[in-house]
């Protein structure tokens, strides 16, 4: 995607007609103005040089944004905003002066009788040509309207600046035929008519036309510069210098000059220069810049540390892994940058409306001076209702509606750790009704453990783990990884592991090999009984999986060697997540490899309800699509097997401590790697899109509302017209408003419960107080094992009420959780029926 510096743009009528000039060059695929940083992106194989002659033909100037060595394209945006803010101020300066000048000559005298000097005093040609004269100095400073104006005109694309540059025109060009008009009283004598004249000049108005309009410009540049406060902060957080170590020297060098591989080492108190590992020392890192996380990170070799963090107290000595625009912070700022240049799907009303608005004002105001002179009335009326239907039409405002609120919204998002891709995807996200969630690493920690060993009866558990390791030592599954890792911190082994061969990954199965020429395989019971005979090891594996354990079998041949199981705890603020998803109305569903008992466990605890269980890799994505024909479904996840399902998602959400496949395939990354960001990110979304509605709705009003009173349409009812002036100065603050509305989402809290949230949790608690369980022990006689301890929890748990029975068989103890009162006889019962005696 090629991005380009775009200039010359005045309002929404602009940005379509680029868009649409762009749109139709050879080799261009799509094209996306942006009003509010003045640039363009473009996606195709269309050259910049013909892309750039287009947009010159079309009256505007451009250039490859980051064509200047000295500076980031973000950092040229923020240029060019500074640069035509001061320019602005500069303007409204010398306006102000010329224009307080004006009026003291033409109201100051003729309405409260200020002096005028003796030379003038009394001369009515003198007067009007002082304020003819004091009228041009003014339209010369602000020029900028006519060049932009009538260059809209010529290439048929007439734009705001037109409709400026036409009413400041014709109420100048007006005022000085009267002048002239006046000259001719004057040879005659006819001095009624002089004072007619006087009382028909309109030099004031055309001069203060520009400069409420420049005054509203300026207001809007500010606003506008306040909402990319997010993308500036984040570029100020870029570490100048950098202390690396050279031929066994500690050297002070620029942030640009740092190489990949290079060491450099961070004191206390200072910015970490750039992405890299910790080689030697141990500190707590701040990372709250990347992450809005305040809590500090504690650092230490073999761990990860990020550029623009901060070392709070210990010495780092550290390898440089990515450096310039790789780093996380550039990517960040690349993000919010690339977000706000695209366009959300509810600007396309605005955009269309902005193309055709300019030619329909200068129509109406057309149909509305010819209507007045048609009804009798005079040319200066008819002439005025005409000019403040010009002045007062802001397409502005409709085409700044929808990116103001997206800017600020992704700024707010960034400055949480949460990161909108698109415009698209910030819009979209507070639409969703399913979240599905990956089980491993997104609800649960992703750092499962051993729990759990089991061997045959001719093997012991030190071989049978030593087996084990052996064969998932290959594997990068996070299952493999816990037992390999149990292996290397037992207390009763530190052999080397056995050197297998021929190496099999099964996604979603398990995997094979050879040891010594005999095949192992290791996986879960549905691929082990392909291979061998598992009844030995199912009831137990069952009782497992029912604790939300993954049982684990390894097989040489097709005997069974034992199980270990392996659990994955439940990260600790899962639970609160799901309870704000639905409370939110947004629907939990949780898609996992793992099998049924297992998933439903972990989704018990995290108060799941819709589980999704044995899905491979590949069956995640098909399972998407079947979820978004019941809605729009957004897929969390934070693996490489997730990429697929969060790419066919109506919204991928990666979360940030994933892989990179995953957030590249995602829409929405989320840094903190913390399941309540999904509840945030909709909340964000939702309140952004509600501030465009707000925007759109005030965009529109205001122009249905303002014409019509502009052009006199309640003069004959109400003797209500609109003074060219006041015109003016409506235009000039209905883009201030419709920023300054955008801007209120700096205080956008997405962490907080809205009202519905609220009322969702305050009813789920009084339902936790009225449902709360009752525990009951009962003492059971003959059970023997494990396998007896499954039947009776079985058959407990079917009883209606009954929440958990948990079975001790050395102690003969049998727990329940019930969820209502039940009768002793039907508890007996139901053991005596699964052929055991309650005593």
Not at 115 to 138: C, D
Not at 321 to 345: C, H, M, N, W, Y
């Amino acid at each position: 995607m090629e991005k380009f510096l775009i200039s010359g743009m005045s309002c929404a009528a602009c940005s379509a007609r680029i868009e649409k000039a762009v749109a139709k060059v050879k080799g261009v695929e799509s094209c996306t103005v942006s009003l509010l940083t003045n640039s363009m992106s473009v996606k195709g194989t269309a050259s910049a040089q013909s892309i750039i002659q287009t947009i010159e033909k079309a009256g505007y100037g451009a250039k490859i944004s980051g064509s200047e060595k000295t500076s980031k394209p973000e950092e040229q945006e923020l240029l060019l905003e500074n640069s035509e803010l001061k320019n602005l101020k500069s303007r409204l300066a010398a306006s102000l002066i010329f224009l307080l000048i004006l009026m003291y000559f033409s109201m100051g005298h003729m309405m409260l009788n200020f002096p005028l000097p003796a030379w003038i005093n009394g001369n009515h040609v003198a007067m009007g040509l002082v304020q003819l004269l004091l009228t041009i100095i003014i339209l010369f400073i602000n020029r900028k309207f006519f060049i932009s104006g009538t260059k809209g005109l010529i290439h048929g694309t007439p734009n705001m600046d037109t409709l400026v540059a036409l009413g400041s025109g014709i109420s100048f060009a007006y005022s000085t035929l009267v002048l002239f008009n006046m000259t001719d009283a004057v040879l005659k004598g006819d001095e009624l008519r002089v004072m007619k004249c006087m009382d028909n000049f309109y030099f004031e108005g055309a001069a203060m036309i520009v400069t409420l309009i420049t005054v509203g410009k300026m207001l809007e540049s500010i606003s506008k510069g306040k909402t990319t406060n997010a993308l500036k902060n984040l570029i100020k957080l870029k570490p100048e210098n950098a202390t690396v170590i050279r031929e066994g020297k500690e050297i002070v060098i620029p942030i640009s000059e740092i190489k990949k591989d290079d060491v450099f080492i961070v004191k206390p108190g200072e910015n970490i220069p750039v992405d890299g590992i910790v080689i030697e020392g141990e500190s707590s890192v701040n990372e709250s810049a990347l992450t809005g996380e305040s809590i500090p990170v504690d650092k230490s070799a073999k761990t990860e540390v990020y550029s623009a963090t901060i070392n709070l107290n210990g010495f780092l000595k550290c390898k440089a892994l990515r450096v310039g625009e790789e780093t996380a912070l550039s990517q960040i700022i690349k993000l919010v940058s690339d977000a706000s240049a695209t366009k959300a799907p509810i600007a396309k009303t605005a955009d269309k409306v902005s193309g055709i608005f300019v030619p329909s004002v200068l129509l109406i105001s057309a149909i509305t001076f010819f209507v007045w002179m048609i009804c009798g009335a005079e040319i200066n009326f008819a002439l005025s209702r005409a000019i403040s239907v010009l002045v007062i039409s802001c397409p502005c405002a409709l085409g700044l509606a929808t990116p103001v609120a997206i800017m600020v919204g992704n700024g707010v998002g960034a400055k949480n750790g949460i990161l909108f891709k698109t415009a698209t995807s910030l819009e979209e996200t507070g639409k969703i009704k399913i979240v599905a969630l990956d089980k491993t690493g997104t609800i649960t920690k992703g750092e499962p453990e051993v729990t759990d060993i089991v061997a045959a009866d001719d093997i012991s558990e030190k071989d049978l783990v030593k087996i084990a390791a052996s064969l998932e030592s290959k594997s990068s599954h996070p299952l493999a990884k816990a037992v390999v890792k149990f292996y290397s911190n037992s207390t009763f082994t530190n052999e080397e592991l056995i050197e297998t061969q021929n190496f099999v990954s099964l996604p979603g199965n398990g995997i094979s090999c050879t040891i010594k020429g005999e095949k192992f395989f290791a996986g879960n019971l549905a691929f082990i009984e392909k291979n061998a005979d598992i009844s030995s090891i199912k009831e137990k594996a069952a009782l497992f999986s029912s604790e939300g354990k993954t049982p684990l079998v390894f097989a040489k041949e097709n005997k069974i060697l034992g199980m270990i199981c392996v659990a994955d705890k439940i990260k600790d603020d899962s639970a609160k997540a799901v309870s704000q998803l639905k409370a939110m109305s947004v629907t939990p569903v949780m898609i996992t490899g793992d099998n049924e008992k297992t998933a439903q466990a972990i989704a018990k605890n995290a108060g799941i309800e819709k589980i999704i269980a044995g899905v491979l890799p590949d069956g995640k994505a098909k399972t998407i699509a079947t979820l978004k024909s019941k809605g729009k479904t957004a897929m969390a996840g934070d693996g490489i097997n997730d990429a697929p399902a969060l790419a066919s998602a109506d919204i991928g959400i990666a979360l940030g401590a994933g892989s990179d496949i995953a957030i590249d395939s995602a829409q929405v990354v989320l840094m903190k790697n913390s399941l309540l960001d999904v509840p945030a990110a909709i909340r964000l979304s939702k309140a952004t899109l509600k501030n465009i509605h707000e925007n759109l709705f005030w965009a529109f009003f205001y122009n249905i509302a303002g014409i019509p009173l502009a052009a006199g349409v309640y003069y004959k009812a109400f003797g209500l017209r609109l003074n060219p002036m006041f015109a003016a100065a409506a235009m000039s603050l209905s883009s201030f408003c419709v920023v300054t509305n955008a801007l209120r989402l700096n205080f956008f809290k997405p962490y907080k419960f809205s009202k519905s949230e609220n009322k969702f949790q305050s009813l789920k608690r009084q339902e936790e107080v009225t449902m709360s369980t009752i525990e009951k022990t009962i003492k059971v006689e003959g059970m023997m094992c494990g396998h007896c301890e499954a039947h009776v929890k079985e058959a407990l748990e079917k009883i209606k009420g009954v929440e958990e029975a948990t079975a001790d068989h050395e102690t003969g103890k049998v727990v329940l959780k019930l969820s209502k009162e039940i009768d002793d006889k039907k508890i007996a019962d139901a053991v005596k029926k699964a052929g055991y005696k309650v005593v």
